[in-house]
């Protein structure tokens, strides 16, 4: 089957980079000393009976990490990056992940390691039938299994350019069986270049039976976590794959097909017998060590030459016949594994004319990755650059534990730098992070449908939910939003229901709101955006304005909307409830953006000093909004007798918006507690009439210790259908409340959250 021929025709080239990735990545937990773990798998994961995310592999301290499929290499990554966060973070805040292949010291008994405290029995047994064949140490350690499968338009164009065969699956099976083969002969340039295993620690190995340390890769050698010689399968085609397999089972050498060890396998099925049916849908390279200089253990760079490496296996002819051109790379690959880190690799030669014709590949087929392919080529030449040899180097001056440990805590610092980011998906909003945070750890899927409108599914069994902006989902009805978004009919409603709400006019044109100077000018009032969020384009006025002042604060309204409201100002503190299913869940009271004097520095000054706190950002990506130096703020700062020049008394406090919303630079202060019973039920009422499941409703209150007995003491002046929930889980002061749980809880009430 003449592969290339396939490959340079035209109907086939735009296809050729179609592909889907998975990763499966296996890390220790360790203390921040670098000690391996003696703590069970976090509970705050959930159950591992279904979690698609997060498990545990042979040992209780081995945590495994599995991305849902995905077809770009960013894709994968940001999803290796998000569930990387979680898994730090859901752990005790004094472990960490091990960024090694090969484990730390293991105990000095055996017996001490912990095998995994699964729910299935099989799984248990199974566990305790590897650490009698092969003994726990072996099992310790841990690498990337990388999932490959070409895209299926690809795979049809493929399919339509050959007539050798006359059915699809057919033709798939041969093509994966060709990449098994010759990625079995050439595995050994993955090692030579990713290989990070050179050293062990204390205790890995129990006997004499050892490499001659450093080496490149102890974990792809024969040293590593192997099967025994005596266990040999044909890759010649898939029934003979099948039968030998099958063989060694019924001989008692394998105790299952999962038990054979292979550096790639064939998947499609839950079974190799599957294979027959469902043809190979796609193959799974294990013999990846991690990456302990990322983060997550593996680069964009290795993924995108993976991906041309797979390509090049379907490019590269087959020189031997099949078994004997595996053996003879079984037999490379293990001398490569076992070569010293520093030296020029035996089989340079052979590397060069690789990569001279995965140059040639690319060029016929109008492919990039040209400097990527020379950068790694010149490796072969500079071994000092492959990742093994730069653990040595480090290891010559620190030891490898000591290098192990720096590394582990750097990445454990990342991951807790921002914790209310998720990694993979900052530049989404920031409510929208922490939901998709919460359902990762919990186990639900999570795909971004679209990254720039906050549109994510959410998948738990045959139970999906489609979320928008963190808390917008379908249990709301259409018209709720709606109603909510227009601020007159909200009051409308509200009004006629009995609740209290300020008069008011509502103007289509700035001309007809300046006539209404004469009639709000001589009591307190505001001015605001009929439809709006998040405190938009809203003045407040305590004291009798000038008319230009009157009228910029109209324009600034109108420059939001075609509408604009003017009503009274109600005299009291506004307070933030977040009502869910009937339930008041948080209550915040929001301080307006304000500076604290300091005798010294001027307003702008102070508000530069203030905007350095790193819980203070743009756009929602913080959970606290940098405050703004406008035309709305400048108006403020008039009112008070102030520029931004003027100089504050020291501890003079100074306030650049009256309204207080945290999304024009407020600060939040949780009250949830503190706030009486009454008023927490009038938000539940008023948002019950609204017609909506989730809210964030504005009351004004004038003591909310307080209980409610008349109009008088309280006043709702708005109703959010949208409403941020990162304020509450990331107070400026006082306790946090995870509204993102609570909408998940909402969601999926049929699971124990």
């Known amino acids: 089957m003449n592969t290339k021929d396939m490959m340079i025709q035209e109907k086939v080239k ?27 798998h976090p509970t705050s994961v959930g159950s591992r009976s279904f979690h698609p995310y997060i498990q545990t592999d042979f040992s209780e301290y081995q945590i495994e990490l599995i991305t849902p499929v995905t077809e770009s290499v ?319 180097a480090l290891d010559e ?24 980011q998720l990694a993979g998906f900052q530049e989404m909003e920031l ?16 795909e971004v449908l679209d990254r720039q409108d906050q549109f994510v599914k959410l998948q738990h069994k045959n139970h999906q939910e489609l979320v928008k902006n963190g808390n917008m989902t379908s249990k709301d009805t259409y018209i709720a939003p709606l109603l909510m978004e227009n601020k007159t009919v909200t009051k409308i409603v509200l009004e006629r229901a009995g609740f209290h709400v300020p008069h008011g006019e509502t103007f289509a044109s700035i001309a007809e709101a300046k006539k209404a100077y004469p009639r709000f000018a001589q009591k307190a009032f505001v001015i605001k955006p009929k439809s709006t969020n998040y405190g938009l384009g809203i003045t407040i006025f305590k004291n009798e304005p000038a008319i230009n002042d009157f009228n910029a604060g109209l324009a600034l309204a109108f420059a939001e909307d075609d509408e604009v409201i003017i009503e009274e100002f109600l005299e009291g503190t506004e307070y933030r409830f977040f009502v869910i299913d009937h339930q008041v869940k948080a209550v915040l009271l929001r301080t307006p953006a304000n500076v604290i004097g300091d005798g010294k520095q001027t307003i702008k000054e102070l508000v530069s000093a203030k905007n350095a706190d790193p819980l203070r950002g743009t756009n929602h990506r913080a959970p606290l909004e940098k405050i703004q130096l406008g035309d709305l703020e400048q108006l403020m700062l008039k009112e008070q007798g102030f520029r931004i020049d003027s100089i504050p008394d020291k501890d003079q406090q100074v306030f650049l918006r009256e309204n207080s919303n945290v999304s024009t630079g407020g600060d939040s202060i949780d009250v949830t507690d503190e706030m009486d019973e009454s008023y927490k039920q009038i938000a539940v009422d008023a948002v019950e009439v609204l017609g909506a499941r989730i809210s964030g409703i504005d009351l004004i209150i004038p003591d909310k210790e307080k209980p409610y007995e008349t109009a008088k003491d309280y006043g709702i002046i708005e109703a959010n259908f949208n409403p941020m929930m990162h304020m509450h889980i990331y107070p400026y002061i006082g306790q946090s409340r995870r509204l993102t749980i609570d909408v998940l809880r909402f969601l999926y009430p049929e699971m124990a959250i």
């Not at 409510?431 to 945070?437: G, K, P, V, Y």
């Open 397 to 420: 001056t620190k030891g490898q534990a000591a290098v192990a440990t720096e590394l582990g805590l750097q990445f454990y610092n990342q991951a807790w730098a921002h914790p209310y």
């Open 14 to 40: 735009p296809f050729l980079l179609q592909a889907r990735y998975g990763i499966e990545k296996e890390s220790q937990r360790v203390t921040l000393e670098g000690h391996l773990v003696r703590t069970d």
């Open 74 to 392: 960013d894709e994968v990554l940001a999803s290796l990056e998000a569930i990387h966060d979680v898994a730090q973070r859901s752990m005790p805040e004094d472990e960490m992940l091990w960024p090694f292949s090969m484990p730390p010291a293991l105990p000095e008994k055996e017996e001490d390691i912990q095998i995994a405290k699964l729910e299935n029995h099989a799984d248990v047994l199974y566990r305790r039938y590897l650490a009698r064949e092969y003994g726990k140490r072996k099992q310790m350690v841990s690498g990337i299994h990388f999932n490959f499968e070409y895209g299926l338009d690809l795979v049809e164009q493929l399919f339509l350019a050959q007539t050798e065969e006359v059915l699809m699956e057919n033709f798939k099976t041969r093509l994966y069986m060709k990449i098994a083969r010759n990625f079995l002969r050439y595995r050994w340039l993955i090692t030579y270049l990713f290989g990070a295993s050179p050293l062990s620690e204390a205790r890995y190995f129990d006997g004499a039976d050892r490499p001659k340390e450093p080496v490149r890769s102890i974990r792809t050698s024969r040293y590593g976590y192997v099967n025994k010689p005596d266990v040999k399968v044909s890759y010649e085609t898939l029934a003979r794959y099948s039968e030998e397999l099958a063989e060694n089972v019924a001989q008692g050498r394998l105790s299952e097909e999962k038990e054979f060890y292979a550096p790639i396998r064939m998947r499609g099925g839950k079974k190799v017998a599957d294979l027959f049916h469902t043809g190979i849908r796609y193959v799974e390279l294990r013999n990846i060590d991690l990456n302990p200089f990322e983060r997550v253990g593996i680069s964009s760079d290795e993924i995108e030459f993976l991906h041309l490496f797979m390509l090049y296996l379907l490019w590269t002819d087959e020189k031997l016949p099949a078994d004997e051109w595996v053996a003879e790379g079984n037999r490379i690959s293990d001398a490569v594994s076992l070569e010293h880190p520093a030296k020029t690799t035996a089989y340079v030669a052979e590397g060069h004319a690789i990569f001279a014709e995965m140059l040639q590949m690319i060029d016929e087929l109008s492919l990039e990755g040209g400097d990527l392919l020379q950068k790694y080529q010149s490796w072969l030449d500079h071994p000092a650059e492959t990742f093994a040899a730069r653990i040595l």
């Open 431 to 446: 409510s929208t992070q922490s939901l998709l945070f919460d359902a990762i750890q919990k186990g639900i899927e999570t």
